[in-house]
């Protein structure tokens, strides 16, 4: 028994008329109806005639499953048409299939005729009686796509009147002896004169559009009519898109511009060239210019009113192009005139109650309203439009637009910053505490934790997989940065172990990177029923040009049903996919794994820079380029900085710019040009946000630089202010992680100031903080702080200071860079010759080996204080062994070093500037 179930009955909608029971049936939709009888014919066959193989069979079901698929677009195409399109089967059976056809359309001469074919095709739904099926014997399943589309024709003809017939009988005598060759008719333009001026103002914006050179893809002209306001979406129009010169196509490196002129482009054609440009603005909105795609919208939108995607298109232009104005006057465009009727969240229309306001409209124009203002740093009104949005989704029992919109609350206290001033724009500290309602005001991470774990059941209740995954990644980024507490404050409680987890980081990250496994389960197979499968239409013209296949085919239509088929997993699955890897890379980065760090960003870089946003693959370069500069030095690291300027769009280089001033300043402070250096800490200050609560990644990374700026000119001081700063305002944002940073600095100003006393505290709290995180390369550069403050001490602490160093040592030359490696070398070096029971004499390759290791590493890493300090040593220990040659030249590198600190001219800090 072969089953028939093309694509299940998912596209139902599309090709059976868009939701209602009966649509318009036309002689195109007779002549599908008695290809799906060639198809599977109620015979005995395994393989019916004319077929010779069961991929011969399969070619006809392909073709039929995309026919029907389009049977709803704006123009039917011709019989003509048809049976040349009936060639992509076979070209030795096409004369078969071309007389049959029309034999079978010339017997449909009355209404007994039509009663009569439609009960002969009846038959290939109905199974035999019983339920006795032979292995060879074939039937269509009723529910799969090709299933309801011969019920819905069935139907539609139940329901015509023996008017309606005897206009269908008309249609088909036309439809069999018409002109092969299609053209509008002429009353469908009004005058001449109107013809004449749009001709004019097309060839105009096409001359206009040519000379943009970035302009890919671009629509370089549209004729056509508009779509009627009374017009609903879906439904089968005579009217549609002729375009003038068609579209330019981008594929990778190829290119390939079509010139056939008066070209008909479908609703899906024209949404796939949408769809296209979406994924272009995400990926690269440089690729898209503002101006020009904007025209090409603009004119689009003047002739079909009625597709509500152009508008949307236009918000998404202006969002990535941070034109906020224009962005939010698209958008409440959008929503004034569309939201509501497509369905926003699942693939079902919004019902209409008795007022006639459609339900789960106003939620997700306060949802898309409040990203908005999120993308653009206006925290306060984007949670205010949220938090509505939470309210307006209850109310309506809209759990699909709640389920979102918790998430957004997540993401933007998650990019904001949770200071507890959130706590009352989120709602009352006690409505999102325990479920009693009875704990104490919980704190702002407590809050978030809830709204994760919420959101996070609501998406796997609903079964929207794609918002799972990443709310899976933003549980993943909570477990990271927080530690879990309680929420009750009465009662029996559990041990509480408050520290952070990596297992649950490890397992959210596992859960979310199942999405590409999860696929095609569940709801997020209709992805493909939005119009994205559509895409693969402008993709597959480029492809078949460099295969040299064009030739074979008579149009669009059949290279796009055979010789390119669209990829089954849509970008934004990918692009979870890929973010799962990302944040793999910042997890072993906490925790202290260089090389899973690199390992798991050139995954990225590698797997999924085809789908990648340009600010996610500029963070996987970032992560990469650091990687060398910490363990390669310099050089290296700004060939690659170079590279990855070339990769990535001028307009998303943000990250790129940040980790060149970065690597700038670390080189200089390293290089003791302290003036260049001040002036990059300068230029950092000023990228971040004047706004609280935003860009606190940066504003803290600006205030840790222009410490350590102050600690080197020995402005202790002032260094210890910045820093103090810091930590209160890392506090009052729940930074914990930051704060082990920043307390490690003040430790390390007290110890350069001669306060070590002072010192240790610091360096104890930032080593606890470091154990509740699991920061373990962090840890043991606080455990080597704390060993340098305890030399500084006096002779008395190098017994318990050496053991401290060799307890650290696995994971610093494990996975520390160049600079950790050397301080913990030298500090090993210290503490023998501070230990009053160790004699040099009897064994100095426990001293010169770890000195000389130390001063190779700050040679590549150009750290010349470091460098002086460590050769200053191997002349001290040389100098005792009584080694006069080797003394001489260790104090001959000594003295170079020092003189490079204390004087360089400002060729050498162009020469920085010039990276």
Same mark, same amino acid.
């Given at each position: 028994?072969?089953?028939?179930?093309?694509?299940?009955?998912?596209?139902?909608?599309?090709?059976?008329?868009?939701?209602?029971?009966?649509?318009?049936?036309?002689?195109?939709?007779?002549?599908?109806?008695?290809?799906?009888?060639?198809?599977?014919?109620?015979?005995?066959?395994?393989?019916?005639?004319?077929?010779?193989?069961?991929?011969?069979?399969?070619?006809?079901?392909?073709?039929?499953?995309?026919?029907?698929?389009?049977?709803?677009?704006?123009?039917?195409?011709?019989?003509?048409?048809?049976?040349?399109?009936?060639?992509?089967?076979?070209?030795?059976?096409?004369?078969?299939?071309?007389?049959?056809?029309?034999?079978?359309?010339?017997?449909?001469?009355?209404?007994?005729?039509?009663?009569?074919?439609?009960?002969?095709?009846?038959?290939?739904?109905?199974?035999?009686?019983?339920?006795?099926?032979?292995?060879?014997?074939?039937?269509?399943?009723?529910?799969?796509?090709?299933?309801?589309?011969?019920?819905?024709?069935?139907?539609?003809?139940?329901?015509?009147?023996?008017?309606?017939?005897?206009?269908?009988?008309?249609?088909?005598?036309?439809?069999?002896?018409?002109?092969?060759?299609?053209?509008?008719?002429?009353?469908?333009?009004?005058?001449?004169?109107?013809?004449?001026?749009?001709?004019?103002?097309?060839?105009?914006?096409?001359?206009?559009?040519?000379?943009?050179?970035?302009?890919?893809?671009?629509?370089?002209?549209?004729?056509?009519?508009?779509?009627?306001?009374?017009?609903?979406?879906?439904?089968?129009?005579?009217?549609?898109?002729?375009?003038?010169?068609?579209?330019?196509?981008?594929?990778?490196?190829?290119?390939?511009?079509?010139?056939?002129?008066?070209?008909?482009?479908?609703?899906?054609?024209?949404?796939?060239?949408?769809?296209?440009?979406?994924?272009?603005?995400?990926?690269?909105?440089?690729?898209?210019?503002?101006?020009?795609?904007?025209?090409?919208?603009?004119?689009?939108?003047?002739?079909?009113?009625?597709?509500?995607?152009?508008?949307?298109?236009?918000?998404?232009?202006?969002?990535?192009?941070?034109?906020?104005?224009?962005?939010?006057?698209?958008?409440?465009?959008?929503?004034?005139?569309?939201?509501?009727?497509?369905?926003?969240?699942?693939?079902?229309?919004?019902?209409?109650?008795?007022?006639?306001?459609?339900?789960?409209?106003?939620?997700?124009?306060?949802? &898309? /309203?409040?990203?908005?203002? !999120?993308?653009?740093?206006? =925290?306060?009104? +984007?949670?205010?439009? #949220? @938090?509505? *949005?939470?309210?307006?989704?209850?109310?309506?029992?809209?759990?699909?637009?709640?389920?979102?919109?918790?998430?957004?609350?997540?993401?933007?206290?998650?990019?904001?910053?949770?200071?507890?001033?959130?706590?009352?724009?989120?709602?009352?500290?006690?409505?999102?505490?325990?479920?009693?309602?009875?704990?104490?005001?919980?704190?702002?991470?407590?809050?978030?934790?809830?709204?994760?774990?919420? &959101? /996070?059941?609501?998406?796997? !209740?609903?079964?929207?997989? =794609?918002?799972? +995954?990443?709310?899976? #990644? @933003?549980? *993943?980024?909570?477990?990271?940065?927080?530690?879990?507490?309680?929420?009750?404050?009465?009662?029996?409680?559990?041990?509480?172990?408050?520290?952070?987890?990596?297992?649950?980081?490890?397992?959210?990250?596992?859960?979310?990177?199942?999405?590409?496994?999860?696929?095609?389960?569940?709801?997020?197979?209709?992805?493909?029923?939005?119009?994205?499968?559509?895409?693969?239409?402008?993709?597959?013209?480029?492809?078949?040009?460099?295969?040299?296949?064009?030739?074979?085919?008579?149009?669009?239509?059949?290279?796009?049903?055979?010789?390119?088929?669209?990829?089954?997993?849509?970008?934004?699955?990918?692009?979870?996919?890929?973010?799962?890897?990302?944040?793999?890379?910042?997890?072993?980065?906490?925790?202290?794994?260089?090389?899973?760090?690199?390992?798991?960003?050139?995954?990225?870089?590698?797997?999924?820079?085809?789908?990648?946003?340009?600010?996610?693959?500029?963070?996987?370069?970032?992560?990469?380029?650091?990687?060398?500069?910490?363990?390669?030095?310099?050089?290296?690291?700004?060939?690659?900085?170079?590279?990855?300027?070339?990769?990535?769009?001028?307009?998303?280089?943000?990250?790129?710019?940040?980790?060149?001033?970065?690597?700038?300043?670390?080189?200089?402070?390293?290089?003791?040009?302290?003036?260049?250096?001040?002036?990059?800490?300068?230029?950092?200050?000023?990228?971040?946000?004047?706004?609280?609560?935003?860009?606190?990644?940066?504003?803290?990374?600006?205030?840790?630089?222009?410490?350590?700026?102050?600690?080197?000119?020995?402005?202790?001081?002032?260094?210890?202010?910045?820093?103090?700063?810091?930590?209160?305002?890392?506090?009052?944002?729940?930074?914990?992680?930051?704060?082990?940073?920043?307390?490690?600095?003040?430790?390390?100003?007290?110890?350069?100031?001669?306060?070590?006393?002072?010192?240790?505290?610091?360096?104890?709290?930032?080593?606890?903080?470091?154990?509740?995180?699991?920061?373990?390369?962090?840890?043991?550069?606080?455990?080597?702080?704390?060993?340098?403050?305890?030399?500084?001490?006096?002779?008395?602490?190098?017994?318990?200071?050496?053991?401290?160093?060799?307890?650290?040592?696995?994971?610093?030359?494990?996975?520390?860079?160049?600079?950790?490696?050397?301080?913990?070398?030298?500090?090993?070096?210290?503490?023998?010759?501070?230990?009053?029971?160790?004699?040099?004499?009897?064994?100095?390759?426990?001293?010169?080996?770890?000195?000389?290791?130390?001063?190779?590493?700050?040679?590549?890493?150009?750290?010349?204080?470091?460098?002086?300090?460590?050769?200053?040593?191997?002349?001290?220990?040389?100098?005792?062994?009584?080694?006069?040659?080797?003394?001489?030249?260790?104090?001959?590198?000594?003295?170079?070093?020092?003189?490079?600190?204390?004087?360089?001219?400002?060729?050498?800090?162009?020469?920085?500037?010039?990276?």
């Amino acid at each position: 028994m072969s089953l028939f179930s093309l694509g299940g009955g998912q596209g139902s909608r599309e090709s059976g008329g868009g939701g209602a029971a009966v649509y318009d049936l036309t002689p195109h939709k007779i002549a599908l109806c008695q290809l799906i009888h060639v198809f599977a014919p109620p015979a005995q066959n395994l393989l019916p005639f004319p077929f010779q193989s069961v991929s011969h069979h399969n070619r006809l079901g392909l073709l039929l499953f995309s026919l029907t698929r389009s049977c709803e677009d704006y123009l039917e195409p011709p019989l003509e048409e048809l049976l040349n399109q009936l060639k992509a089967i076979d070209v030795t059976v096409h004369d078969w299939f071309r007389d049959h056809l029309t034999t079978e359309l010339d017997t449909l001469t009355s209404a007994d005729d039509l009663f009569n074919f439609f009960d002969k095709v009846q038959t290939v739904l109905v199974a035999p009686e019983g339920g006795n099926l032979d292995g060879d014997q074939i039937f269509l399943d009723p529910s799969s796509h090709l299933g309801i589309f011969l019920r819905c024709c069935i139907l539609a003809f139940n329901s015509l009147s023996f008017e309606g017939i005897c206009h269908l009988l008309a249609k088909i005598g036309t439809y069999c002896t018409a002109n092969f060759a299609y053209e509008l008719a002429e009353e469908e333009f009004n005058t001449d004169h109107e013809m004449l001026e749009m001709h004019m103002q097309m060839e105009g914006m096409q001359r206009e559009l040519t000379d943009d050179e970035e302009m890919e893809p671009s629509i370089l002209a549209i004729y056509g009519q508009g779509f009627g306001p009374e017009t609903p979406m879906g439904e089968s129009s005579s009217s549609g898109f002729r375009m003038h010169s068609a579209f330019r196509y981008h594929g990778g490196n190829n290119q390939r511009e079509e010139h056939n002129l008066d070209i008909l482009r479908s609703r899906w054609q024209i949404e796939g060239y949408l769809n296209e440009q979406a994924d272009l603005l995400e990926k690269n909105s440089s690729s898209v210019p503002l101006n020009s795609f904007n025209a090409a919208l603009s004119h689009i939108q003047k002739l079909a009113p009625n597709l509500h995607r152009v508008q949307y298109l236009q918000y998404l232009n202006a969002l990535y192009h941070d034109d906020f104005v224009s962005a939010a006057d698209s958008l409440h465009h959008y929503f004034d005139y569309s939201a509501g009727k497509d369905g926003l969240f699942n693939r079902i229309s919004p019902q209409v109650p008795q007022s006639g306001i459609i339900l789960g409209r106003y939620e997700a124009a306060l949802l &898309s /309203l409040g990203t908005l203002h !999120s993308r653009f740093g206006h =925290s306060k009104t +984007a949670l205010d439009a #949220l @938090t509505e *949005a939470v309210c307006f989704s209850q109310r309506n029992n809209d759990d699909a637009c709640l389920t979102y919109t918790l998430a957004a609350i997540c993401n933007l206290l998650f990019e904001t910053g949770t200071s507890r001033h959130s706590i009352g724009v989120i709602g009352s500290p006690h409505s999102l505490g325990t479920s009693t309602g009875m704990g104490t005001p919980s704190s702002t991470q407590q809050l978030l934790l809830v709204l994760l774990k919420r &959101s /996070l059941k609501r998406a796997d !209740s609903l079964k929207l997989t =794609s918002l799972l +995954a990443h709310n899976r #990644l @933003t549980l *993943a980024k909570f477990d990271l940065k927080h530690v879990k507490r309680p929420l009750l404050s009465f009662g029996p409680k559990a041990s509480t172990n408050l520290k952070t987890c990596p297992i649950d980081v490890c397992r959210e990250l596992r859960l979310s990177g199942r999405v590409l496994t999860d696929f095609g389960s569940d709801n997020i197979s209709l992805l493909n029923d939005s119009g994205t499968f559509s895409t693969s239409w402008l993709k597959n013209l480029a492809a078949v040009d460099n295969n040299n296949m064009w030739g074979l085919c008579r149009n669009d239509y059949d290279v796009f049903n055979w010789y390119v088929q669209p990829s089954p997993i849509p970008a934004s699955v990918l692009q979870l996919a890929g973010s799962s890897y990302l944040l793999r890379s910042t997890s072993w980065e906490h925790y202290g794994s260089a090389p899973l760090v690199r390992a798991n960003a050139l995954v990225y870089a590698t797997c999924f820079a085809d789908v990648a946003s340009s600010s996610e693959l500029s963070l996987a370069y970032v992560k990469l380029i650091q990687h060398l500069a910490v363990f390669n030095g310099y050089t290296e690291a700004f060939s690659a900085l170079k590279f990855a300027e070339e990769k990535v769009p001028s307009t998303s280089k943000f990250q790129i710019s940040l980790l060149k001033l970065q690597l700038l300043h670390d080189r200089a402070l390293h290089r003791g040009h302290l003036k260049l250096a001040q002036s990059i800490c300068d230029e950092l200050g000023v990228l971040a946000s004047s706004g609280n609560g935003v860009d606190m990644d940066l504003k803290t990374e600006a205030g840790l630089r222009q410490a350590r700026t102050l600690l080197a000119s020995n402005q202790f001081g002032q260094a210890e202010t910045v820093a103090s700063d810091l930590f209160c305002t890392c506090y009052k944002y729940n930074m914990q992680v930051e704060n082990a940073t920043v307390l490690l600095l003040l430790a390390e100003i007290q110890k350069k100031s001669g306060n070590a006393v002072l010192g240790l505290p610091y360096a104890l709290a930032s080593l606890s903080f470091c154990k509740a995180f699991n920061l373990d390369l962090l840890e043991a550069c606080a455990a080597l702080t704390i060993v340098e403050l305890w030399l500084v001490l006096g002779p008395g602490h190098a017994k318990r200071a050496s053991s401290l160093v060799h307890r650290s040592l696995p994971m610093i030359l494990g996975h520390g860079g160049l600079e950790l490696r050397a301080r913990a070398n030298i500090a090993l070096a210290k503490c023998y010759l501070s230990d009053p029971t160790f004699s040099i004499s009897v064994d100095p390759s426990c001293v010169l080996d770890p000195l000389c290791q130390a001063a190779e590493e700050l040679q590549i890493l150009e750290y010349n204080e470091m460098a002086a300090e460590a050769f200053y040593l191997i002349a001290m220990v040389y100098n005792n062994l009584g080694m006069a040659d080797e003394r001489e030249q260790a104090a001959a590198s000594f003295r170079d070093y020092v003189f490079a600190l204390e004087k360089h001219n400002e060729a050498e800090d162009e020469e920085l500037m010039s990276y």
